[in-house]
């Protein structure tokens, strides 16, 4: 009976973790599945969301800046704006750049992020992080606690799904996905191509920044190793390309889905005798790695492909260009 | 749809297969969750082996609770609170141990015990948490680490240094939790004995050259160069780059520095009289040398081929057998008793037991006697936000025989 309680519990967290890169690979879906903007940079806009709410609503402390103990819901709030605001700076400057060069551009941005969170002592504490970050519903007993926090998560994705299905079936989200098969066309028709890579860039972001915000909550504490590259940006990348980008369906299995493939895997390895302990972890990597070849080589263009719109289009209607 | 039908149903069955195969009666698990990937890898192995060995003594002096088999499940928290969540997660509730060791780093216990085992008061015992932020957790009474907090250490430096004749000493720290906090504790402990710090500079790990940074903190004119760093991180370059340009040539380190690949890479002769490097030892008992404690594990410790003197070793397998201890006095598996177990077990007074004195202690514990666990790594008595209260430390340079070797 407790081995089934234990597993429950292991499943509300595993799909609570699974709706937080949810969150995160619908807002990287706004930039590259929308727009087809290559963000590489997702774990800086994940950090600025996280950091911004766990200053805002951690008590007063001397060890880093804010501790203003504000409800989660503020922080979060205020982590959606703080990234949308960096955001915002950094496609004015960078906006312009062709994907692979827009890829570098972010990649960097995030790394200098991360960086000046890890130097900046006196506002973040270093390298040693922000603690006793306040939790929803963290007093109400077990499991109640945790399955009010997936459901809270839960009800972020499916309001979120909801919002980005309706902008996606939009004019908004028609000009995106014609800014992001032909760019010169688009400009032709009239449209402010910038403008709209911007827009989608900070839309993009500030979703990110609530995915932080909610991590940091979800965890407790926030340290600068919680932002570092791979599991922060290239993770949910994979979760957005095996799900299937421009689906917001796809993006949330394919979060769940390589969440799930991530974390269980270790419950494999761990039944390895005990002198493999060492390799068992390395072994993980080695299976997580085959999964999601695996799926690729199933499913090339993610499993929920892109949903065209029948629109009443005149007769002659442009081809669909395959999306990258 | 259907192929996620059946991808939804094989994680499922995965997942029961996981639970079924996991309860077998009278064996007593233990989370065992470690850096085993990440940033600390290469200090990780030494650690996993010397909780081990103390599975291994459990094992063959009779087993725990009456013969069962005490087992250390593997997590890895890869030294990062994310995935230290997700590893204690299942260490918690799938594998369902009765406690959890570890994890290595302090933001992974940080994460790990106020997400995970807090809630659901499971006790964690951790090795090589050191940061002091973990003594404010609101925990119950849950959260234990027998490595004494960063302070000491760095204190312990600062004096000797002191009364070496150091009077202005240059510090570079590896940017992360646990070299930062020994860097910036340093600096305050050096300055307040009356010391000058000519400059202090943090480091980015892993980087090929830091011929920069060392060039503006050797224009401070200090006697010596503090490192706190890992050897393999940053440690060893930043030396080469001391002594190749001939910037340092006196220098001062903690316990992540200990290896003997430090001394392999940049030569016995080249580091011998120029470096010390602090390491919490257990209390010398008589006139010198490392107390009887430490010499048990030691000795079986590189009878199974392993190196005692490498970093936390000797916490790694006073934690094991701390636990095992504590699940034997509370007298079952049950999650609830630990905590005040691992404090009768651990804090004097009582018959004091010894590393691999299982059987003894077992016997004692039996015969209703108060024990006393006197460590490899000191002789460890919880306070009451269940850290150990201070620690001696040796101070080690280059021996005759090319390896560490503390000096009087």
Known sequence: ?324 | MKHIRHLAAAGAAALLAAGGSAAIAADVKVGSAAGITGPIEGLVPPILAGRNLAATHVNEQGGILGGGTYMLVPGDSQCNPKAAVDAGTKLVNVEQVVAVIGPSCSGATNGMAQSVTIPAGVVTLSDSATAPMISFLEDGDLVFRAAPSDGYQSSALARFAWDAGLRKIAVTYANDDYNAGLGEAFVAAFEQIGGTITGKQAHEPDRQSYRSELSTLAGGGADALAVFAYFGGSGITILRNSLENALFDRFLGADGMMDNSVIEQLGADTLRGKITLSQPAPEAEGDSGPGESYTAFAEAFMAAGHEPTAPYVSHGYDVAFLMALAIEKAGAADRGKISAALREVANAPGMVIRPGEWQKAREAIAAGEDINYEGASGAIEFDENGDVSGATYTFNGVGDDGTWTPMK
């Open chain 1, 1 to 324: 009976m407790e081995q089934i309680y234990g597993i429950f519990l292991y499943t509300v967290f595993l799909l609570t973790m699974g709706g937080i890169y949810a969150v995160l690979t619908l807002g990287l879906n706004i930039q590259w599945g929308f727009t087809g903007l290559f963000n590489a940079g997702v774990a800086g806009f994940f950090a600025i969301g996280a950091y911004t709410s766990a200053m805002l609503t951690t008590a007063a402390s001397h060890r880093h800046l804010g501790g203003l103990g504000l409800p989660a819901g503020a922080g979060m709030a205020a982590a959606m704006v703080a990234s949308a605001l960096i955001a915002w700076g950094v496609a004015r400057i960078c906006i312009r750049l062709r994907s692979d060069y827009l890829a570098i551009a972010t990649l960097g941005l995030a790394e200098i992020f991360r960086l000046v969170l890890k130097n900046e002592n006196w506002a973040t504490n270093g390298a040693r992080g922000i603690s006793l970050i306040p939790k929803p519903f963290e007093h109400l007993p077990e499991p109640w606690n945790q399955v009010a926090m997936l459901l809270l998560v839960f009800a972020i994705v499916l309001v979120l799904y909801g919002l980005l299905e309706r902008a996606q079936r939009a004019p908004w989200g028609r000009v995106m996905s014609a800014i992001r098969e032909n760019e010169a066309a688009a400009r032709a028709a009239g449209k402010d191509v910038e403008r709209l890579r911007i827009e989608a860039f900070i839309l993009g972001a500030a979703v990110m920044g609530l995915g932080g915000a909610l991590m940091a909550h979800h965890i407790k504490f926030i340290d600068p190793n919680m932002a570092e590259p791979v599991s922060a940006t290239f993770l949910v990348w994979v979760m957005l390309v095996i799900g299937g980008s421009a689906n917001n369906r796809g993006a949330i299995l394919g979060a769940v889905l390589v969440w799930t493939i991530w974390s269980t895997t270790e419950i494999i390895t761990t039944r390895l005798p005990a002198e493999w302990a060492l390799k068992a972890a390395y072994l993980r990597i080695f299976l997580v790695g085959l999964a999601l070849q695996f799926i690729l080589q199933r499913y090339p263009g993610g499993i929920f492909r892109e949903r065209r719109l029948r629109t009443v289009a005149p007769p002659s209607s442009q081809k669909g260009g395959s999306h990258p």
